[in-house]
């Protein structure tokens, strides 16, 4: 049996230095801009001018790093002491062009490739979900069309709005049609709420998704959703994407395009945990909109989910040296 090596970087110790002292980074994580030695890069997406509705996600990174000053190392639920196992830093934000998607897609890809080039798994924050496009072309880039494993109210599977090909709301179908993400091996997760045709949850499903709305979702178990996810996902490297509007706006207000009916922040986080066994190579949590926030409710809830992944890849990581 292996053991763990000390990771390099590490969150500052709150025992020793006040959560409100200090840059605010993920999770008090030190800003590192070189991929020496590094196992997981935090990267701020800051770009929602590929939203439909109401923008300001442009502000997530800042609202979630602002409220991840209150996690801790070690993770209860999945037994796994998250910073002791990964060396995880926060490298800023992609130099985003506000008003300019396809110029913003094509600044997080060339931020993301170098990353997943020197073997860094990368977590994205956003952001509107337009941004996820431009990850998915850098981690493609590198490691071949990716399984995903996507929480949402919506399947970002449209071609278009106001016939314009990159949206908020498109950035899926694009990457199927760019070989991006391989449909046999993905899911989408929590899908509700009005749809504009009767074909449009079906689209999902014949380009090879696994779908299943919000009504399908709850009867399930946590264990039946991780097993369900293992084996689409299979051996497929992974990339999560999680969009806060999968939460009911009862417990996730700071959206842009809210949908009622969702599960709560115990339901959702409890199916993200369960997602145990997958090799990931990046993530992301997008559409936190501080304006419609209050108490910091959404951007605590897009801390934890990011926390939530780091303790996933932290889990794998011990598993694979037999810990």
């Not at 969150?11 to 800003?31: D, H, K, M, Q």
Request: proline share 7%.
């Amino acid at each position: 049996m292996q053991q763990l090596r000390k990771p390099r970087y590490q969150p500052a110790n709150s025992l020793e230095s006040p959560r409100f002292a200090g840059i605010r980074t993920f999770a008090r994580l030190p800003y590192v801009q070189d991929p020496t030695d590094v196992d997981v890069a935090i990267v701020g997406l800051p770009f929602d001018t590929g939203a439909t509705f109401k923008v300001g996600a442009r502000f997530g990174p800042e609202a979630v790093r602002g409220a991840s000053a209150l996690l801790r190392p070690y993770n209860p639920e999945l037994n796994v002491q998250v910073f002791e196992t990964l060396s995880c830093v926060d490298f800023g934000d992609a130099p985003v062009v506000p008003g300019f998607i396809e110029d913003s897609l094509d600044a997080i890809t060339k931020t993301l490739k170098p990353l997943a080039e020197a073997g860094v798994i990368t977590l994205g924050i956003g952001g509107d979900h337009s941004v996820a496009l431009g990850e998915l072309r850098a981690l493609a880039a590198v490691h071949g069309p990716l399984a995903l494993v996507h929480f949402d109210a919506h399947g970002d599977l449209w071609d278009s709005y106001f016939g314009h090909k990159y949206t908020h709301g498109t950035p899926f179908r694009r990457a199927v049609e760019e070989g991006l993400i391989l449909p046999e091996r993905s899911l989408q997760l929590g899908m509700r709420g009005p749809l504009y045709d009767p074909s449009d949850l079906q689209m999902a499903r014949n380009m090879g998704f696994t779908v299943l709305t919000t009504t399908e979702l709850l009867p399930r178990t946590p264990q039946e959703i991780g097993d369900l996810v293992r084996r689409t996902v299979g051996d497929a490297k992974a990339f999560l994407s999680f969009d806060v509007d999968f939460f009911d706006p009862a417990y996730a207000p700071g959206t842009g395009t809210p949908e009622v009916g969702g599960p709560t922040t115990f339901q959702g986080l409890a199916y993200l945990r369960a997602c145990t066994g997958l090799n990931w190579v990046g993530g992301d949590v997008v559409e936190v909109l501080p304006a419609m926030d209050h108490g910091q409710i959404t951007a605590h809830l897009g801390a934890q989910l990011g926390y939530e992944f780091l303790s996933l890849v932290a889990l794998e990581r011990q598993r694979s040296i037999g810990i």
